[in-house]
């Protein structure tokens, strides 16, 4: 009626909420609204304008139902509200499926906060869409430098090897904000859904890069130091000798 108090339900009603018609009938319509949902922008409102909006509705055995529920002002000719209908199309699976996904989403956004790689996506045009705390971390870049940036512009990536459909790694040099230099190993594959976007994760490996250049230098010294070198394991068994060792005792090294 004009106030809002249910004069009529369709036998639909009453299957999707399971209350009778005896029970709702007489009720104010927003007594069958879970309460968060009567306040605010979506709050129904009995006027002379159509409302539309989403509601969680409550069922006779407290469970609940989202409806998409559209409010039509039945209007006379003095241009007064004699009744309103209500209609409501259930659109419970729906919102359980958005659930599920944002619930999943941040699962997924709490897991990436936490890891120590950084982790980039991409647009189809290789603008970074998404950076997570390592890849600024990593990178020494706030997110304002990161998140709207062309990804060749953050890593040392060369674009046709980012169109690769079954992605790829690798290893570079990137210059960092205080002008040192950081060596990233990085590998990227294609968002699934055919987007277009890629995701990338790298990590940063200076300190294993520095290691592998010293040992290799320190390698090297040997090969070709004036001095016999010979090492040996635990055991006392020789596993390597350099060529003066060789040159100084006639010994080959095989």
């Not at 199309?89 to 936490?114: F, P, Y």
């Not at 869409?129 to 997110?143: C, G, Q, S, T």
């Not at 320190?218 to 070709?224: G, K, R, T």
Request: charge should be neutral; proline fraction near 4%; hydrophobic fraction near 40%.
């Amino acid at each position: 009626d004009p106030l809002g108090f249910v004069t009529a339900v369709n036998d639909l009603f009453c299957m999707t909420s399971g209350w009778t018609r005896a029970k709702v009938v007489g009720q104010r319509f927003d007594h069958f609204i879970a309460p968060d949902s009567r306040v605010g922008e979506q709050s129904p409102m009995l006027t002379q304008q159509v409302w539309r909006g989403e509601l969680e509705c409550l069922a006779f055995d407290h469970s609940r139902y989202w409806v998409q529920r559209i409010i039509v002002p039945i209007l006379s000719g003095e241009q007064r509200i004699e009744k309103f209908i209500c209609l409501d199309i259930d659109i419970t699976l729906q919102k359980r499926a958005e659930q599920t996904l944002q619930e999943q989403k941040e699962r997924a956004e709490v897991t990436l906060h936490s890891i120590a790689d950084g982790v980039l996506s991409t647009d189809a045009r290789g603008m970074v869409i998404y950076a997570n705390a390592a890849a600024e971390r990593v990178l020494h870049k706030p997110m304002r430098e990161i998140l709207g940036w062309p990804l060749t512009r953050i890593l040392p990536l060369d674009g046709q090897l980012l169109s690769l459909p079954q992605g790829g790694r690798g290893r570079g040099e990137v210059a960092l904000k205080d002008g040192s230099l950081a060596v990233l190993e990085w590998s990227f594959s294609p968002l699934r859904g055919g987007e277009g976007g890629r995701v990338l994760a790298f990590r940063d490996v200076s300190r294993e890069h520095r290691l592998q250049v010293q040992l290799r230098r320190l390698s090297e010294a040997v090969e070709h130091a004036a001095s016999g070198v010979l090492i040996t394991n635990r055991e006392g068994t020789i596993e390597y000798v350099n060529p003066k060792f060789t040159e100084m005792t006639g010994y080959s090294a095989i």
